[in-house]
């Protein structure tokens, strides 16, 4: 599985940007899929995460209620619609996809087996 993303960006704060991530070499539609993010000089974090069949969604404390992450199987793609960015939401994100099940934590990168590389997104106060 190769993972694509894109729509990072320079933004203002306040405003809004939708990153996608698309999927080659096979589907992704029985995977759970998510987003993490990494700034300078911090370690990875989760961002929020979607199930196989888009039934549950769940983010970080950090985002809830401002990002919105939905799938579309038949195109193998992922959306992470930002609103309402802060500049503490500046970094690189990036895209992964991993099994049909998690083993404790969403946010622990052994539930993640593939990763795209990641789009900048620097959000200016």
């Known amino acids: 599985v190769q993972l694509q993303a894109s729509g990072g960006g320079l933004v203002r704060a306040g405003g809004s940007l939708t990153l996608s991530c698309v999927a080659s070499?096979?589907?992704?539609?029985?995977?759970?899929m998510g987003w993490f993010r990494q700034a300078p000089g911090k370690e990875r974090e989760f961002v929020a995460a979607?199930?196989?069949?888009?039934?549950?969604?769940d983010y970080a404390d950090s985002v809830k209620g401002r990002f919105t992450i939905s799938r579309d199987n038949a195109k193998n793609t992922v959306t992470l619609q930002m609103n309402s960015l802060k500049p503490e939401d500046t970094a690189v994100y990036s895209c992964?996809?991993?099994?049909?099940?998690?083993?404790?934590?969403?946010?622990?990168?052994?539930?993640?087996?593939?990763w795209g590389q990641g789009t900048q997104v620097t959000v200016s106060s």
């Open positions: 992964a996809a991993g099994r049909s099940w998690y083993i404790g934590s969403k946010a622990d990168i052994r539930n993640w087996i593939y």
């Open positions: 070499g096979r589907t992704v539609s029985d995977r759970n």
């Open positions: 979607i199930t196989s069949g888009g039934g549950t969604t």
